[in-house]
C-alpha cells in the first residue's frame, strides 16, 4: 500500500483525531501512524512495536488518570492477543483495570473512564473489564474464555506486583483444573471447527476461528501452560508468525479488522507480502493452518493418554492393595504397556502405532510403508515419535521399488477413512514427498472451482478413500488405488492437467515398479479421467460416433471398468455438486455401451436412438394429441393438462421433497422453433435453477401421431409426429417450487409469444438487481471436432447466472439452427453445457457456418 492510502485508512479509522489527552498532537495516533507506514516495519517486528507504543501510551493515560482520581493500588493488564504482544493494525486492545480494593468504587470507575475514553475517541475497539484478583479469579472459574485471556496476562503499568500475584494465581488454578478444563477446550475448539470449517481448505479462509487458524495456536498455548503435555513445537511458531502476518496485511489492504481473507482481497495481501499471487498466499497460509491443525491432533490425544492414565492410577492403586507404584509412567520407559505386533517391527502401544523395540529403519528402507500401512488398517493413529525416527533414519527406497514397497503403498491406500489422517503424519514430517518427490507440486494446491472441497492433495487422498469402497468391482484394485492417488497429479504444471498428468503418472508408476503393461493403464486412466462424465453429460449417447470416440480412448474392457470406478471416486471426492444418481445413471449407460463396442458388437447397432420410457410415451401423446406442452413432476409424475387454471382445481401440488440435486420436470411439446429459449425463459421467470436439463427429439408411430379432430398443425409447428422432449433437473432459488399449471400456462404463453419472457426478466433484474461479485472469466464457446456424424455439436462454458439458457436459446434460434439435442450441466457456479445443432433440414453445419453459430451464441452471453 502506499503512504497516501495508509494516511487516509487510519485519519478515517481515527476519527482523523491524532490528539489525546496527553500525547498531543504528536502522540500515539500520529506515532501509530508512522509505524504503520513504515515499510522497514513488518511482521514480528511490527507487532512488537505497535504493543510497545500502545503501552507507553496506556500507561500515560493510568498514571495521569491515577494522580487526578487519587487513586492507588491499581495495575493496567493486557490479556489475550495484546497480552502475548501481538497487536495487529486493527486489533482490539483487550484490557483490565486491575485494583486491590482498597480504594472508594467511585474512585476506580472514574480511574476507568480516563482511560476507555481516550482508546474509544481514537476508534479503537476495546474489550474491557475492572475487577479485583479474587474477582478476577472468580470470573475465570467460571468462564473459560476469560480463563484462556488471562492465561496471557501482562503487566501494563501500575502496581506489578498485584498484577504477578493475579497471574500466578490464574496459572495455578488452571494447573489445578486441567483435568476438568481441557477437555472443555478441546469440545470448545470441535465446535468451532464444526462452524468455520478447516482453515486449510477454505478459499475465504478465517485466519483466527477456522480450524488449523490463530484460535488453536491459543489452545495449544494453554495446553503447554497446564503441564500436562506439550504441542509439537517443530513449525509451529513459523506457521503462527505466517498466520499473523497474513492478518497484517489483511488489516492494512482492507482498513478494518476481519480476519476472513475474502477473494477480492487476496491478491493486494500477496502483492503486500511479497508473494507472486493469490494462488501463492493460499497455499502458504494452507501450510501453516496444516501445521496448527496437525499439531493439534498430536496435542490433544496426549491429553487424553495422559488423562486416561491419571484416572486409572486410583484403581490400579486398589487392586495392589495401597501399595505405590508408577502406574501410568510405563508409556516413557516402555515397561508395563503392553505392545501388540501388527507388522514386521511394527506394535500397538497404548492405542498409537510405533516402532517395535528390534525395529531398524536405516536397514528397512520399507519400514515407512509397513508402519503407516498397518496404522491405517488398524485404525490407528501413528506415533509422531516413530514418524520422526523414520523420517530421521530410514534410508530411501531403491528404483524401482520393491514389491513389498508397493503392496504397503496398495494397502495404506485402501483402508479407507483411516488413511487420511496417516497420510497427513507421514506428510508433516516431509516422508510423503520423500516416497514421491511430484507430491510436492499439489501439495496444499488451492482449487479455485468452488465445486472442489479439498486442496488438490488432499483431494487425491480422498479419492483414493472413495475408490477403497469399489474395489470389489474392478479386477485390478492395486491399478484403481494408485489412479486415483495420480489422476489429478498434472494440477502442479502448465497446461491441460490430464496431459501433463499422464506423463507424470507413466514417470511415478515406473518408479515404484509396475511392470510396462500396468504403467500404461495407469497412463490412459489418469489422461481420460475426466472422459466418461464429460462425454455421458455433454455428449449424445444415441450418436455411434460418441460411444466411439469412448472406445477408441479406453481401449480395453478392463481399462473401462477402471475408468468407471475411477469416475465416480473422483466425483464423489469433489463434493455433493459433481456426482448425483442421475449423473451416475449417465456414466453407466455410456460404459454399457462402450462395453458393446469393445466386445465386438457393431456399433451401428445402437446408432438408433433409445426408446422412450413409459412416461415419457405418454407425455408426448399427450402432448400431440392436445397440440400443447405438457409438463410432468418427477417425484409425484404430476401431470399439468389443458384446462387446468391452478393447482386448486386439480388438487395437485408440487411440494414433494426434491433430491439433493433438484427435483425432475419432464416436459413434452410438438417440434417446433423456439422451445429451448421458451422453457428456460418459464424457468427462469419463476426462479427455478437449472441443475442439469436434456432435450432431445423423438418421432411417435403413426397410429400415435393423430391430433384431435385431425386437427393441421400451427404455425411454426412442424408436421408429422415429432415431439420434443425435456428433461429439466431445478430446484427453485428461494422458498417452494410454482404450481405445475403455472409453468404450462406461462410457456403456453411464451410459445405463443403473448408473454415477453426477455422483458419480463429484464424487469426483474433492474427491480432486484444482484451484488456483483469476483469478476468471472469471459464465456467461451468452441465446436467440438469430429463430436457427432449426425450434428454440429456447439459447447458453452461460462459462469451460471439466471436466464442463461434461455439467452443461448435465443442465439441459437437467431442462428436459424435446430436444436437436435442438448446437455445442460451445471458445477457449482460453472455451466458446461453441449448443444447439438442442425440445419433446418437435419444435416449437420458447414465448418464456416457451425463456427459463426459458436461466435455469435459467444456474443450473446459477453
Known amino acids: 500500500m502506499t503512504a497516501e492510502s495508509l494516511e487516509d485508512l487510519d485519519e478515517q479509522s481515527l476519527g482523523e483525531k491524532k490528539e489525546t489527552s496527553d500525547s498531543g498532537p504528536g502522540g500515539y495516533a500520529a506515532a501509530r501512524l508512522r509505524l504503520l507506514q513504515e515499510e522497514s516495519q513488518s511482521g514480528p517486528s511490527r507487532r512488537a512495536a ?80 475492572v475487577r479485583t484478583p479474587a474477582e478476577a479469579r472468580k470470573t475465570a472459574g467460571e468462564d473459560l474464555k476469560v480463563q484462556l485471556g488471562l492465561l496471557d496476562a501482562r503487566h501494563v503499568a501500575g502496581d506489578a506486583a498485584l498484577t504477578a500475584g493475579m497471574r500466578t494465581a490464574v496459572l495455578a488454578d488452571w494447573r489445578n483444573q486441567a483435568p476438568k478444563r481441557l477437555p472443555e477446550l478441546n469440545e470448545l475448539c470441535q465446535e468451532r471447527a464444526e462452524r468455520q470449517g478447516e482453515l486449510q481448505f477454505l478459499l475465504e479462509p478465517d485466519l483466527k476461528e477456522a480450524r488449523g487458524g490463530l484460535r488453536d495456536v491459543t489452545a495449544l498455548r494453554a495446553v503447554a501452560a497446564s503441564w500436562l503435555a506439550d504441542a509439537p513445537r517443530e513449525g509451529l511458531e513459523d506457521a503462527r508468525r505466517r498466520l499473523l502476518d497474513a492478518r497484517d496485511a489483511l488489516h492494512l489492504s482492507t482498513g478494518r479488522a476481519t480476519d476472513r481473507l475474502a477473494l477480492q482481497e487476496q491478491d493486494q495481501v500477496a502483492a503486500d507480502l511479497g508473494l507472486l499471487d493469490a494462488d501463492a498466499l493460499l497455499r502458504q497460509v494452507y501450510e501453516a493452518a496444516r501445521t496448527v491443525s496437525y499439531a493439534g491432533d498430536v496435542t490433544w490425544r496426549e491429553v487424553g493418554r495422559v488423562l486416561r492414565a491419571r484416572a486409572a492410577r486410583p484403581r490400579l492403586r486398589s487392586l495392589l492393595g495401597g501399595r505405590g507404584g508408577r502406574a501410568g509412567s510405563g508409556r516413557a520407559h516402555g515397561d508395563g504397556a503392553e505392545r501388540t505386533p501388527l507388522a514386521e517391527g511394527v506394535v500397538e502401544l497404548e492405542g498409537e502405532v510405533v516402532l517395535a523395540r528390534t525395529a531398524r529403519p536405516d536397514r528397512d528402507p520399507v519400514l515407512p510403508l509397513r508402519a503407516a500401512a498397518a496404522a491405517a488398517q488398524a485404525g490407528l493413529p501413528l506415533s509422531l515419535h516413530a514418524v520422526r525416527r523414520m523420517t530421521a533414519t530410514a534410508r530411501p527406497l531403491p528404483v524401482p521399488w520393491p514389491a513389498e514397497a508397493r503392496e504397503q503403498l496398495v494397502t495404506l491406500l485402501g483402508a479407507g477413512e483411516p488413511t487420511v489422517p496417516v497420510w497427513e503424519a507421514l506428510e508433516a514430517e516431509g516422508l510423503i514427498t520423500r516416497l514421491l518427490p511430484d507430491w510436492e507440486r499439489v501439495r496444499c494446491r488451492p482449487q479455485r472451482n468452488p465445486v472442489h472441497r479439498w486442496t488438490v492433495d488432499r483431494h487425491l487422498v480422498e479419492t483414493a478413500v472413495r475408490a477403497s469402497a469399489l474395489t470389489r468391482r474392478v479386477g485390478r484394485p492395486d491399478l484403481l488405488l494408485v489412479a486415483a492417488l495420480l489422476h489429478d497429479i498434472g494440477k502442479g504444471w502448465p497446461g491441460d492437467h490430464s496431459v501433463a498428468g499422464e506423463v507424470i503418472a507413466k514417470d511415478v508408476a515406473s518408479r515404484i515398479g509396475f511392470d510396462r503393461a500396468d504403467v500404461g493403464v495407469l497412463a490412459t486412466l489418469v489422461r481420460h479421467h475426466l472422459l466418461l462424465v464429460e462425454t455421458a453429460t455433454r455428449r449424445d449417447l444415441d450418436d455411434p460416433a460418441t460411444v466411439r470416440s469412448v472406445a477408441r480412448a479406453v481401449g480395453s474392457i478392463g481399462t473401462l471398468e477402471l475408468l468407471h470406478a475411477l469416475t465416480e471416486a473422483d466425483a464423489l471426492a469433489t463434493g455433493p455438486a459433481a456426482w448425483s444418481s442421475w449423473r451416475g445413471g449417465l456414466v453407466a449407460d455410456l460404459v454399457k455401451r462402450v462395453t458393446a463396442v469393445l466386445s465386438g458388437e457393431p456399433v451401428e447397432d445402437q446408432g438408433t436412438p433409445s426408446e422412450p420410457t413409459a412416461e415419457q410415451e405418454r407425455l408426448a401423446i399427450e402432448a400431440l394429441r392436445t397440440g400443447g406442452p405438457v409438463l410432468a413432476l418427477h417425484a409425484q409424475t404430476e401431470l399439468a393438462l389443458p384446462g387446468e387454471e391452478d393447482a386448486e382445481a386439480s388438487g395437485r401440488d408440487v411440494e414433494s421433497g426434491p433430491e439433493p440435486v433438484g427435483v425432475e420436470l419432464l416436459i413434452a411439446v410438438p417440434d417446433q422453433s423456439g422451445v429451448l429459449p421458451a422453457v428456460a425463459g418459464v424457468l427462469a421467470m419463476h426462479r427455478l435453477t437449472v441443475r442439469a436439463a436434456d432435450l432431445r427429439a423423438i418421432e411417435l408411430p403413426e397410429a400415435l401421431a393423430g391430433r384431435e379432430g385431425d386437427e393441421k398443425p400451427s404455425e411454426g409447428k412442424r408436421p408429422g409426429g415429432g415431439v420434443l422432449l425435456l428433461s429439466w433437473r431445478v430446484a427453485a432459488e428461494y422458498g417452494s417450487l410454482p404450481q405445475a399449471a403455472r409453468l404450462r400456462n406461462d410457456l403456453v404463453r411464451a410459445l405463443n409469444g403473448s408473454l415477453d419472457i426477455p422483458a419480463r426478466l429484464a424487469e426483474r433484474e433492474a427491480a432486484y438487481p444482484r451484488r456483483r461479485g469476483v469478476q468471472a472469466p469471459p464465456p467461451r464457446v468452441t465446436v467440438a471436432p469430429a463430436g457427432s456424424r449426425l450434428a454440429t455439436v456447439i459447447e458453452v462454458r461460462t459462469q451460471d447466472a439466471p436466464g442463461l439458457l434461455h439467452r443461448i436459446g435465443r442465439a441459437l434460434d437467431a442462428a436459424a439452427v435446430r436444436v437436435r439435442s442438448a446437455h445442460v450441466s451445471t458445477l457449482g457456479a460453472n455451466a458446461v453445457d453441449a448443444f447439438y445443432v442442425t440445419d433446418p433440414a437435419g444435416d449437420p453445419l458447414p465448418d464456416e457456418r ?12 459477453r
Open 50 to 129: 505497535l504493543a510497545r507504543l500502545t503501552d507507553e501510551w496506556l500507561a500515560a493515560l493510568l498514571h495521569s488518570g491515577a494522580r487526578a482520581a487519587g487513586t492507588s493500588g491499581v495495575a493496567l493488564v493486557s490479556v489475550g492477543g495484546y497480552g502475548r504482544g501481538e497487536l495487529s493494525p486493527r486489533s482490539d486492545l483487550d484490557l483490565l483495570l486491575l485494583h486491590d480494593g482498597s480504594a472508594d468504587a467511585g474512585a476506580v470507575a472514574t480511574l476507568a473512564d480516563r482511560v476507555w475514553y481516550p482508546v474509544w475517541d481514537l476508534g479503537l475497539a476495546l474489550d474491557h473489564s
Open 850 to 861: 457451425a463456427l459463426a453459430v459458436a461466435q455469435a451464441v459467444e456474443s450473446a452471453l
